[in-house]
């Protein structure tokens, strides 16, 4: 097969290799198409003859309008389409509620559970800085006792350094506090040390008062300016009761409607819709399924495909809220002067993404067909079962943050493009065509591109299932292996 027509409303189809002008396709109705120009892989080809103003067709929607003429057999791209979309606007509820042809099959984990009953999937420890200026002391700390206890009852030692803390403003300074605090309190972490210098805004003190009824015996606090000599040996030694505390933590069987999973995707190509992004979606309505939780973000990519999320939501009250998040994320851009639809990237581009609808009618995949049953603003924790909308931006160190902030144990992430990074918990990374997995083994943790190579999603779902299973019993991935581990916090407004 060397094309694809994923909808049979579709005028447009995707090029599974690389297609030569003079070559004859056929596609799966016994239409044949003549190939007018070389189209790469993922990219789009034209079914139909396109006069400018022709709307163009994938997925069973609207990517767009074409700009100038396009012959049938042409290579449909970003120079030939324009989007359709446009700037903050009204919505109605019309409610659409798939029923989940989905079974409980009581599945458990091996999980670490906490004080609070809130289950973690790693047993950690984690530095944390209240401002940036001591990240050179939180680094020092980490790579001193990763030394002296690496391989000895932890998973890891961690240092997240970032920069912020100090000199912000409203809600800069509001966004920082609450993903600090929410990191602080995640449970894949058995220890955490809270590092502080003195004369920040974000004062140790008051941070403290934000965390609320947490475990005093698992979260320690140093402020460098107030230790009189070296604070280096104050923070190995508060490590050490950490250490003293949580050696002896055991995983223990619990439900898997424990797990919270983040759903995530970079570096999109022409492939990301038709297979990663459904193999999440697919994941997604089976963890739903079994009381679990899954929580999709990337506002600005759900543009062009919010309508579809809207009418999936349990209720007015769930279908207002996401109103406000698509509303207010473009009055964001509004507000910066900056054009709402600046989407997709160069990268994505390249890979065969068009237009932000597009864009986002493969990126809402990852949501499967379940329904919406809560709306998170930037910060929040996650309060309900079940499919989770977050506000976050496309950015993926952003957005793969706030996922975990939310408390997500875990988060899945799929590309088309690859790339290495991970975040403060593990940061799957699920390869949208086997090409990219078989070039970067040391990035990509499963390969969703066989269901291209006669692979049926249920069967590599199930391969899916299991492959996460040992993951989240403590199975290292890539971003770890590699100590690829880092966080990044929104910001908006005014550094002083």
């Given at each position: 097969m060397q094309v694809l027509k994923i909808h049979s409303n579709d005028n447009v189809a995707v090029a599974l290799t690389e297609l030569h002008a003079g070559e004859q396709i056929s596609l799966s109705d016994g239409q044949l198409i003549s190939v007018k120009e070389s189209i790469p892989v993922g990219h789009k080809i034209a079914?139909?003859?396109?006069?400018?103003?022709?709307?163009?067709l994938k997925y069973g929607y609207s990517i767009g309008h074409a700009i100038q003429a396009i012959e049938e057999g042409g290579w449909v791209n970003e120079k030939n389409v324009r989007t359709n979309l446009e700037g903050v606007r009204d919505y109605s509820y019309t409610p659409i509620h798939h029923t989940l042809a989905e079974e409980n099959r009581h599945m458990t984990f091996n999980g670490y559970v906490r004080r609070n009953g809130e289950v973690g999937i790693r047993n950690e420890i984690w530095i944390i800085p209240t401002v940036g200026c001591v990240n050179g002391t939180i680094r020092k700390l980490a790579d001193l006792f990763r030394n002296q206890i690496e391989g000895k009852g932890v998973d890891a030692v961690v240092d997240f350094p970032h920069n912020f803390g100090c000199s912000q403003l409203g809600s800069d300074h509001e966004n920082t506090r609450n993903i600090?605090?929410?990191?602080v309190l995640h449970p894949n972490a058995g220890g955490i040390l809270v590092v502080g210098l003195g004369c920040e805004n974000n004062q140790v003190s008051a941070f403290r008062d934000i965390l609320g009824d947490y475990d005093k015996e698992r979260v320690l606090f140093m402020e460098t300016q107030k230790i009189e000599g070296d604070e280096i040996a104050t923070g190995l030694s508060l490590l050490r009761q950490l250490y003293g505390r949580m050696k002896q933590d055991k995983r223990?069987?619990?439900?898997?409607?424990?797990?919270?999973?983040?759903?995530?995707?970079?570096?999109?190509?022409?492939?990301?819709?038709?297979?990663?992004?459904?193999?999440?979606?697919?994941?997604?309505?089976?963890?739903?399924?079994q009381g679990g939780t899954t929580v999709l973000t990337e506002v600005p990519e759900m543009f062009g495909a919010e309508t579809i999320l809207m009418n999936r939501c349990n209720d007015e009250h769930v279908f207002a809220k996401t109103v406000h998040l698509i509303n207010n994320f473009?009055?964001?851009?509004?507000?910066?002067?900056?054009?709402?639809?600046?989407?997709?990237?160069?990268?994505?581009?390249?890979?065969?993404?068009?237009?932000?609808?597009?864009?986002?009618?493969?990126?809402?995949?990852?949501?499967?067909?379940?329904?919406?049953?809560?709306?998170?603003?930037y910060g929040d924790r996650i309060q309900k079962h079940g499919l989770n909308l977050l506000s976050a931006p496309g950015n993926d160190l952003v957005a793969t943050t706030a996922l975990g902030s939310a408390g997500c144990q875990l988060v899945l992430f799929t590309t088309g493009r690859g790339t290495p990074f991970g975040s403060f918990i593990p940061t799957v990374k699920v390869s949208t065509n086997t090409k990219l997995a078989i070039h970067k083994t040391h990035w990509i943790d499963f390969n969703a591109g066989s269901l291209l190579e006669n692979t049926s999603m249920i069967a590599l779902r199930e391969q899916f299932i299991d492959f996460l299973l040992k993951v989240i019993n403590g199975e290292k991935i890539n971003a770890e292996k590699n100590n690829f581990r880092e966080i990044a916090i929104f910001k908006t407004g005014v550094t002083l």
């Open positions: 079914l139909t003859p396109f006069t400018p103003g022709d709307l163009i600090l605090r929410d990191i223990q069987p619990v439900p898997l409607s424990a797990l919270r999973v983040g759903l995530k995707c970079g570096g999109s190509d022409g492939f990301s819709g038709i297979t990663a992004n459904p193999l999440l979606g697919s994941f997604s309505d089976f963890l739903v399924a473009k009055e964001y851009f509004i507000q910066n002067h900056q054009p709402i639809y600046e989407n997709p990237s160069p990268g994505n581009k390249a890979g065969g993404i068009s237009t932000l609808e597009e864009k986002s009618l493969g990126c809402t995949q990852k949501s499967g067909t379940s329904l919406v049953q809560d709306v998170l603003q």
